[in-house]
Structures are given as C-alpha cells and as structure tokens.
C-alpha cells in the first residue's frame, strides 16, 4: 500500500498554503466587485496565489503596473494617476481597503496593497 503523502513536510507546507490561499479567495467571492477584481487581477498577474498564501496579515502586497491601473479603475471608479503618492481606495460594496503607494522621489517601488478581511 502506498504510503500517505501528507507525512511529508513539504506536502503539508503546501497544503497550509492552499488553506490560506483559499480562504483569501473566498473572502474577495463574497463581495461581487471585489470577486470581479480578483479575477481581473489573476488574469493580468500571476503572483496572486503567492501573495495569497503567504501573507503574515490581513494585507496582500499586490503587483501595481498600469493593467492594475485601469482594472482598479474600471471596477472601482477610481483614478489614480501615474503621478500619485498615495490613495486609498473602499470597496462601495463591502468596504475593502485598498491603499497605493507612489512613487517617492523615485527612489521606492509602487506599492498596491489590498486588505484580506473588510471591517
Ligand atoms: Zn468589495
């Protein structure tokens, strides 16, 4: 008989982050414009089952480049210019924050993150 896969420890490490990846998915689907982001966001990148599982918080560090621009704006409303230092944007529907960092003396990175848990 085949022994049981989950005794290896990489297995359950995977397995831990597939629970946490999955419980993030299931707190954007409950919102409908936030599940319509999330699809939207996995299209474009493909780091989110990544940031998904490893997050330590309630935030996920999130990939800005100008497809997120204008999917944030499409399903959000809002515009946030190239020349922006920082936004922060709430889901109309179930109060999500999403906060943008700019550019600062173009030293740092764009940052994009997006809560997990609204409230
Ligand atoms: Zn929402």
């Known amino acids: 008989m085949a ?22 998915v299931r707190s954007f689907v409950a919102c409908p414009r936030c599940s319509f982001f999330l699809v939207g966001y996995r299209l474009i990148h493909d ?15 999130l990939t800005w480049n100008s497809a997120t621009r204008s999917l944030v704006q499409k399903n959000f409303g809002w515009w946030i210019g190239v020349d922006a230092t920082h936004y922060e944007g709430i889901c109309q529907d179930c109060r999500r924050v999403f906060i943008y960092g700019g550019l600062t003396d173009g030293k740092n990175l764009e940052s994009f993150e997006v809560q997990i848990k609204p409230g």
Do not use: C, I, T, Y
């Not at 022994?3 to 993030?24: M, T």
């Not at 780091?47 to 560090?61: I, K, P, R, V």
């Open 3 to 24: 022994q049981s896969k989950s005794k290896n420890p990489k297995d359950s490490k995977d397995q831990e982050a597939n629970k946490a990846l999955s419980s993030v």
């Open 47 to 61: 780091d989110f089952a990544e940031a998904g599982s490893n997050h330590q918080d309630n935030w996920l560090h």
